[in-house]
């Protein structure tokens, strides 16, 4: 169960930081956890250590929350904390995060996604705050997001050009 939450909250988390670009080229590299700690048998927090390359300039992302959908039911709810990503650098950042299962989901309902493991109708809901050194920041906020979408480089490149179009209005 906990192994599960974790793939969602790090999908996710990789998701959403992965979509916020202030310049083309900016992308993901890795993603590890650096800690797990559970809370409780339906909560989870994290640790993410997020390898990231950003050719462009120093942006800020905060307040990062979210929303599985499982269909037209919430599946599970996610926040992440802030990461400042430093201008033309290739580094590595620590990411806070934690999770939980919605009302109504249950020990079964983790035990039959992680036994098919179809995300066919698994979205995601993204809100976050972008923010550039300048002080040009944006609220971006994402619906129904497919999670195997956002393991295509391609999908996730256009929603990268996509947020920087948001970014120059």
């Not at 793939?7 to 996710?12: G, M, R, S």
């Not at 900016?26 to 640790?47: E, W």
């Not at 959908?69 to 950042?93: I, L």
């Amino acid at each position: 169960m906990k192994r599960l939450l974790y793939i969602l909250l790090a999908l996710t988390a990789a998701a959403a930081v992965s979509s916020c670009s202030a310049g083309q080229g900016f992308k993901i590299t890795s993603c590890s956890v650096q800690s797990l700690t559970p809370s409780g048998l339906r909560a989870v927090k994290a640790v993410l250590n997020l390898g990231v390359t950003n050719p462009g300039p120093q942006l800020t992302i905060s307040k990062i929350t979210g929303t599985v959908m499982d269909g037209e039911r919430e599946f599970a709810a996610f926040e992440a904390g802030k990461v400042t990503v430093a201008r033309r650098s290739s580094a590595v950042y620590p990411l806070s995060c934690s999770g939980s299962l919605s009302k109504g989901i249950g020990l079964s309902d983790l035990l039959k996604l992680a036994s098919s493991k179809d995300f066919e109708e698994m979205t995601v809901d993204l809100t976050m705050r972008v923010r550039l050194r300048c002080g040009l920041g944006k609220t971006l906020k994402f619906k129904n997001i497919k999670i195997l979408d956002l393991i295509e480089g391609d999908i996730a490149a256009a929603y990268l050009d996509m947020i920087i179009n948001e970014l120059a209005v």
